[in-house]
C-alpha cells in the first residue's frame, strides 16, 4: 500500500488519521493570531491593538479565500493519485504552482494599491488609521508567502499527507511568537507585529519547500512540469472558486453581524465579540473533518470507491455531531466557565452568556453540512457548498441577526439562533442533494441493460 494512501485500509482510522493534525494546525493558527494581540496589548495602547485587530480581521479573511482557491488543487491532486495515474497528478502540482505564482503576484499588486481604501471601509477609527495601513501594508507585501504556504500544503494534503501541513504552521508559529516579543516589545508597535506575522511565514514557506524536495509524493514532478496549462486552470478554479467564493462571503457575514451587534452598544459588542471567537475555536474540529472528508472523498473517487467516500461521510457525521451536542449541551449549563475567560464585567457576562446558549446549537447543526460539503468537495460539486451557505445567509444569518435586534433588544439569545437556524438550513440543502444524487445514480443503474 502507498503511504499516506486513503484508498485503503480502515476509512474511519484514515478519516482520524489526516483530520488530527489538520485540527492541530488550525489550533496553531488560532493560537499564534491571538499571541500578536495579546503581545501588542502587552506593549502598546488601544490605538495600536486595534489597528493589529483591525489589521487581523482583513489578512483573515484574504486567507481563507486563498485557502479555498487551494481546497481546488487539493481536491484535484488527490483524484489522480487515487486513480494512480502518477504523471496526471505531476503535471496538476505543475500547474498549480504555476497557477498561483501568477495569482498571488495580481493580488499583492492590488491589494497594495487599496490598502487606503480597505483601510476605509473597515470604518477604522481615525486615532488607528495609520498603524492599520502600516500593517496591512507590511501583511499585503507577505501574500506570496500566504499562498506559497497553501499551495505546498495543498499539494501534501492532496497526496493524503496533512502531518508536514501542521509542521509548517508549528515553524510560523514559533517564529511569530518570538519575533513579537523582540520587533513589538522593541517598540516597533503594529509594523513589527506585521513583520513577524510574514518572516514567520517566509521561514514557514523555506522549511515546506525543503521538505517538498525530500519528501516523496508518490510521483515526480519535473521543470517541464511547471507550466501554464488552461485546462488544469479550469479544473483547480471549478472546485476552488466557489469555495473561495463562499468563505469570504461567510467572512462578510460574519463582520455585517459584528456591525449589527456594535450598533446596540458596547456591552452587546463585546459579548458578541466573545461568543464569536468562543464558536471560531469550537468550529475548529468539523472544520478539520470536512477537509479530512475531502481529500479521502478525492482519493477514492479517483480510485473508484465511492462506498469508502461515503463512509468517510459518515464517520465524520458521526464524530462531529457528537461533538456538537457536546458543545451545546455544556454551553446550557456551564456558558459562564467559558465566556468568564475573556471577561470580568458581569454585563458582558451576562449578555454573552444568554448569546452562547443560543448559538452553541450552531456547532450541531454547522457539522452536518461540514461534512457534507467535504464530500461534495471531493466529488467536484463544491458549487453546492457555494450555493447552501450563500442561501442561509442572505435568508437566515443576517436577517435573522438583524430582525432579533429589532424586536428583543434586551436580550441576545433570540440573536444567537440566527446562526443555528442558518446551519440547519445549509444542513437540510445538503442532505437533499445528496438524496438526489443517490437516486438518480440508482435510477441510472437500473437503466443500464
Not at 483530520?19 to 495600536?48: E, I, K, R, W
Not at 511569530?176 to 516589545?185: A, E, H, M
Request: glycine share 10%; charged share 10%; aromatic share 12%.
Amino acid at each position: 500500500m502507498r503511504e499516506n494512501s486513503l484508498t485503503e485500509g480502515s476509512v474511519g482510522k484514515n478519516l482520524i488519521r489526516f483530520a488530527l493534525p489538520y485540527l492541530l494546525a488550525c489550533f496553531m493558527q488560532t493560537f499564534y493570531g491571538m499571541a500578536d494581540l495579546f503581545v501588542v496589548g502587552l506593549y502598546n495602547g488601544s490605538q495600536t491593538t486595534t489597528a493589529v485587530a483591525i489589521g487581523s480581521q482583513v489578512m483573515h479573511m484574504l486567507t481563507v479565500i486563498i485557502v479555498g482557491f487551494a481546497m481546488g488543487a487539493t481536491v484535484r491532486i488527490g483524484r489522480y493519485v487515487g486513480a494512480g495515474d502518477e504523471r496526471a497528478a505531476a503535471k496538476t502540482v505543475g500547474a498549480s504552482v504555476a497557477f498561483f505564482v501568477m495569482f498571488a503576484a495580481a493580488l499583492t499588486v492590488g491589494l497594495l494599491l487599496c490598502t487606503n481604501l480597505i483601510t476605509s471601509v473597515m470604518l477604522t477609527p481615525a486615532e488607528a488609521v495609520e498603524e492599520t495601513r502600516l500593517y496591512l501594508g507590511i501583511c499585503f507585501a507577505g501574500v506570496p508567502f500566504i499562498t506559497a504556504y497553501n499551495v505546498i500544503s495543498s499539494i501534501f494534503r492532496g497526496a493524503g499527507d496533512s502531518k508536514r501541513p501542521m509542521y509548517f504552521v508549528a515553524v510560523a508559529c514559533a517564529v511569530n511568537i518570538v519575533l513579537d516579543f523582540i520587533l513589538v516589545g522593541g517598540g516597533m508597535g503594529a509594523a513589527g507585529a506585521a513583520l513577524a506575522t510574514v518572516f514567520g511565514q517566509a521561514v514557514s514557506v523555506a522549511f515546506a519547500l525543503f521538505m517538498l524536495r525530500r519528501r516523496d509524493l508518490g510521483f515526480r514532478v519535473t521543470k517541464a512540469d511547471i507550466r501554464v496549462d488552461r485546462e488544469i486552470f479550469a479544473q483547480i478554479l471549478k472546485v476552488g472558486a466557489p469555495i473561495a467564493c463562499q468563505d469570504g462571503l461567510i467572512q462578510v457575514a460574519f463582520i455585517v453581524i459584528t456591525v449589527i451587534a456594535n450598533s446596540r452598544g458596547l456591552v452587546v459588542s463585546a459579548a458578541v465579540g466573545i461568543v464569536e471567537k468562543l464558536i471560531g475555536f469550537l468550529f475548529l474540529v468539523p472544520s478539520a473533518f470536512l477537509s479530512a472528508i475531502s481529500a479521502i472523498t478525492a482519493q477514492n473517487m479517483g480510485a473508484d470507491k465511492p462506498e469508502r467516500a461515503r463512509a468517510s461521510l459518515g464517520y465524520g457525521l458521526l464524530i462531529t455531531m457528537s461533538w456538537g451536542a457536546f458543545c451545546a449541551l455544556y454551553s446550557q449549563f456551564l456558558p459562564q466557565t467559558l465566556v468568564g475567560l475573556f471577561t470580568r464585567d458581569a454585563a458582558v457576562l451576562a449578555a454573552g452568556c444568554a448569546y452562547l446558549r443560543s448559538y452553541s446549537f450552531d456547532t450541531l447543526f454547522a457539522a452536518v453540512h461540514f461534512c457534507f460539503s467535504g464530500y461534495f468537495c471531493g466529488d467536484q460539486k463544491a458549487g453546492i457548498s457555494f450555493i447552501h451557505n450563500i442561501i442561509a445567509i442572505v435568508l437566515i444569518r443576517i436577517p435573522g441577526a438583524y430582525l432579533a435586534g429589532v424586536y428583543f433588544p434586551d436580550s441576545l439569545y433570540p440573536m444567537g439562533w440566527a446562526a443555528p437556524l442558518g446551519s440547519l438550513l445549509s444542513a437540510l440543502i445538503c442532505v437533499g442533494f445528496y438524496i438526489y444524487f443517490r437516486n438518480a445514480k440508482s435510477a441510472s443503474k437500473d437503466a443500464l441493460p
